[in-house]
Structure formats: C-alpha cells, structure tokens
Nanobody, 122 residues
Framework: QVTLVESGGGLVQAGGSVRLSCTAS??????MGWFRQAPGKEREFVAA????????YYADSVKGRFTISRDNTKNTVFLQMNSLKPEDTAVYYC?????????????????WGQGTQVTVSS
C-alpha cells in the first residue's frame, strides 16, 4: 500500500520561505498536488504537477510565490513557498491521483498525506 509522508512545515515570519516535501512509499507514476486547509475553511487547491513535470497549475493566490516540482527518482514532490503571508497559514496536504496529467480537481485525488502545519507570523 502506497503512503504519502509530508515534511518541512513549521513557523516562519511573513516574507520568509518554506520548502515542503512529500515522499511516496512506492513508485508515484501519477500526477501529484498540494492542497491546504485553514481553520474553519474548506480544503483548497494550491498547486499540481503532471507526472513528467512538464505541466503545473497554481491557485491564483499563490502564483508567482509558490513552485511545485518533483524528483521521480526519489518518488518525491516539493512545494517551494516564498514571500509567505499570514493568510498562507494552514495545514498543507500532498495528494496523488491515478492520472498522469495535472489536475486541479480535488475529486481526482485518491491518496492523501497526513498533512504538515505551516504557520506564518505577521
């Protein structure tokens, strides 16, 4: 059974950077994505990446600040988050589809990590 394990969250000041990692226990030959959920809010899409890495999508709120990338030799996907804002505070989840192409639709994601907390202080 494939599992996803996130790491890299923590407390950071506004304007700072954090890099999240998500490693799959098995071969992850599928598109991956990152979502986040703030207290009292629904889980929302952040970024997605096709299996080959050629296609990426971003939520408007993070465009130009966040970058999704992957290393398929290590079954790992990354989320580099720069210029962080207090409103980026949330639990961040990585997720995997059964598709090779990138997708922003949460319904396409069938495997989820346990989440990692990112807190941005003002």
């Amino acid at each position: 059974q494939v599992t996803l394990v996130e790491s890299g969250g923590g407390l950071v000041q506004a304007g700072g950077s954090v890099r999240l990692s998500c490693t799959a226990s098995g071969r992850a030959a599928y598109s991956m994505g990152w979502f986040r959920q703030a207290p009292g809010k629904e889980r929302e899409f952040v970024a997605a990446n096709s299996w080959g890495g050629a296609t990426s999508y971003y939520a408007d709120s993070v465009k130009g600040r966040f970058t999704i990338s992957r290393d398929n030799t290590k079954n790992t996907v990354f989320l580099q988050m720069n210029s962080l804002k207090p409103e980026d505070t949330a639990v961040y989840y990585c997720a995997r589809t059964f598709k090779s192409w990138a997708t922003i639709n949460i319904e396409d994601y069938v495997l989820w990590g346990q989440g990692t907390q990112v807190t941005v202080s003002s």
